[in-house]
């Protein structure tokens, strides 16, 4: 989920290096949806028709290519969050985007368990695309406080935290549909105000 700086070159690609990278994106989407985040690089490049050197060219490390796959998506979660800025419920609004994330995350085995770790690495590809998404939330997080159905001194990085935790438990139970509502709703429930009025939430 990495920024357009942090996985395209400065300069325009020539016609061959663009659609290398193209090809290595949906081969890459592929790999990610069927054997998860940690599919092997070499044979994402293989799939592509190029050498594993084209791919390092393009993308680094393995975190670049999953920011560049995952692009769409936060964009998409990015809209979502504007979309729900102006509900008339602040605390139902910030728990159907952190549902939204979560779905996300679930998509694709391991994300959540990455997601997790480069939150404490500022220089990953996939920590520096966190911050438009804390952003976001964190915009809605203070929507909920203001309302008084969220207590304040609640940090958006926590909970954005405790939905990866969430997503990653969810990807271990892929029998029980509905643990997320749960741990999502036992998680909302931590952080309302004592005087908080029930909003939807």
């Not at 092997?40 to 796959?69: C, K, Q, W």
């Amino acid at each position: 989920m990495a920024t357009e700086t942090a996985h395209m070159p400065a300069r325009p690609m020539r016609a061959d290096a663009r659609r290398n990278y193209e090809r290595l994106l949906t081969e890459a989407r592929t790999a990610f949806t069927r054997h998860g985040t940690d599919a092997s690089l070499e044979d994402i490049a293989r799939r592509a028709g190029v050498g594993i050197g084209t791919l390092y060219r393009h993308f680094p490390n393995r975190y670049a290519l999953m920011g560049a796959v995952f692009q769409s998506e936060v964009d998409a979660l990015l809209v979502r969050s504007r979309e729900l800025i102006d509900a008339e419920q602040p605390c139902r609004a910030l728990v159907d985007w952190l549902r939204a994330i979560i779905s996300h995350a679930s998509t694709y085995r391991g994300l959540a368990r990455a997601l997790m770790s480069a939150s404490h690495d500022d220089g990953s590809a996939l920590a520096r695309c966190s911050v438009p998404m804390r952003q976001a939330g964190s915009t809605l997080l203070v929507r909920a406080q203001q309302a008084g159905v969220v207590r304040r001194g609640v940090e958006i990085a926590d909970v954005m935290q405790l939905t990866n935790a969430i997503a990653l438990a969810v990807e271990e139970a892929p029998d029980d549909p509905d643990l997320a509502d749960r741990l999502l709703m036992l998680t909302l429930t931590g952080l309302k105000a004592e005087s908080g009025r029930a909003d939807g939430c």
